[in-house]
Each structure stands twice: as structure tokens, then as C-alpha cells.
């Protein structure tokens, strides 16, 4: 099954500072790769998302950059703000077993900190 | 608002009870998932729900078990039988079962604790 890796663990920057979150999945047949912000007592939401079919997109502050070849796939904050402090999720979209069902497994998260 | 609702926030069991997780949602999705987050390991699926009445297990169903009578509604039971029960609990449904649409919405949690 699929396999993804996430790192770092935590990442501390200052405010201002840009902020990267690298992830490295096993699964050559994953296609949809989804970023969750997960902020405290709350349940993650998505905040952006790339498919196989491109390399890169972005959406103001976030962009996320996708190396098919070498399956890893990163997060990029610029202009970090106080508020982006949470945890932050990556996963890859993958066939179950040959079902129907695309499974998506998620890696170990970052605790992202903007010091102010 | 349409979301996820789950209930109740936290909750204290004895060693050796079931205690059962309640997911409600009305933005008529038609796909349900639990999964367990533990510090360091991400978000594991438990079981999931494509459609009413049909559920699969995820990669960690041992010691759990779930319903989907309604469209809106998938319960989760954790019986005796899960050996580290303590953990955080986090609903989530997609619009289509393949959940190739993309977005999980996900719901606010419930915090079991075992005692």
C-alpha cells in the first residue's frame, strides 16, 4: 500500500520568514496530492490540493510543487502570519486494493510555530 | 450551517466498556470516514462508508465497529476488544465515495481517554 512520509516534524520560523513542508510518497500510481491545515481543538481542512497532472499552483501565500519522477511533493508558505501556526497534513490519493475506492493516506504532520 | 457534528468533545471510559462516537452530517454527502490521530502518526483510516448500508474497513477496523442506517449519520462503537483506545477521533465525509472529488470535511474531533 501506499507510504508517505512527512518532514519536519516541527518547524519554527518568524513572522515574515517562508515556511516548507516536504512529503515523499511510495505509490507511483497516486494522482491527487491534498494539503490539511489542522489548527487547535479543530478538525484539519484542506487548504490546497495538486493533482498528477501538474507540477505546481499556487493560491496567494500557499503554493505546493509536485516531482512525479522522485514522488515527493512540498509546501510552500511565503510571508508567514501567527495565524498559519497549526498542524499541517499531507496525503496522497491512491487505489485500494483495485477497487473503486481511492484511499487517501496521510503522513505524520508538521507542527508549524510563526513566532511573531 | 451544513458541516460535520460530532459528539460528545471528550470522553472518559473504564477499561473493558464499549463507548460509541456519534457523526452527524448535512451536507448530503454521500461518503463517511473515522479516523484515529495519534501524536507522530498522522491520521489512520478506521472504516469508511461509500453509501447507506455499506461500510469497508480502513487499516486499523481491529477493535472497532460502525453503522450506516442513514445517509447522514455513521456512528462509531470502540468496544473492549481495542486494546489502546485513548486517542483523538475525527470524522470526516466527500461528496462522492471515491473521495477522487478531493476535499474531506472534517469534524471537530471527540478525545476518548481511557481510565
Known amino acids: 500500500g501506499e507510504n508517505v512520509e512527512q518532514h519536519p516534524s516541527t518547524l519554527s520560523v518568524q513572522e515574515g520568514d517562508s515556511a516548507v513542508i516536504k512529503c515523499t510518497y511510495s505509490?507511483?500510481?497516486?494522482?491527487?496530492f491534498p494539503w490539511y491545515k489542522q489548527e487547535l481543538g479543530k478538525g484539519p481542512q484542506l487548504i490546497i490540493d495538486?493533482?498528477?497532472?501538474?507540477g505546481e499552483k499556487k493560491d496567494q501565500r500557499i503554493a505546493v510543487t509536485l516531482n512525479k519522477t522522485a514522488k515527493h511533493f512540498s509546501l510552500h508558505i511565503t510571508e508567514t502570519q501567527p495565524e498559519d501556526s497549526a498542524v499541517y497534513f499531507c496525503?496522497?490519493?491512491?487505489?485500494?486494493?483495485?477497487?473503486?475506492?481511492?484511499?487517501?493516506?496521510f503522513g505524520q504532520g508538521t507542527i508549524l510555530t510563526v513566532h511573531p | 450551517d451544513g458541516g460535520i457534528t460530532q459528539s460528545p468533545k471528550y470522553l472518559f471510559r473504564k477499561e473493558g466498556q464499549n463507548v460509541t462516537l456519534s457523526c452527524e452530517q448535512n451536507?448530503?454527502?454521500?461518503?463517511m470516514y473515522w479516523y484515529r490521530q495519534d501524536p507522530g502518526q498522522g491520521l489512520r483510516l478506521i472504516y469508511y462508508?461509500?453509501?447507506?448500508?455499506?461500510?469497508q474497513k480502513g487499516d486499523i477496523a481491529e477493535g472497532y465497529s460502525v453503522s450506516r442506517e442513514k445517509k447522514e449519520s455513521f456512528p462509531l462503537t470502540v468496544t473492549s476488544a481495542q486494546k489502546n483506545p485513548t486517542a483523538f477521533y475525527l470524522c470526516?465525509?466527500?461528496?462522492?465515495?471515491?473521495?477522487?472529488?478531493?476535499?474531506?470535511?472534517f469534524g471537530e474531533g471527540s478525545r476518548l481517554t481511557v481510565l
Open positions: 470526516a465525509s466527500s461528496i462522492e465515495g471515491s473521495a477522487n472529488t478531493g476535499e474531506l470535511f
Open positions: 505509490d507511483s500510481a497516486s494522482n491527487y
Open positions: 495538486i493533482r498528477s497532472n501538474v
Open positions: 496525503a496522497a490519493l491512491s487505489n485500494a486494493g483495485g477497487t473503486s475506492y481511492g484511499k487517501l493516506t
Open positions: 451536507l448530503n454527502h454521500d461518503a
Open positions: 462508508s461509500q453509501i447507506v448500508n455499506d461500510f
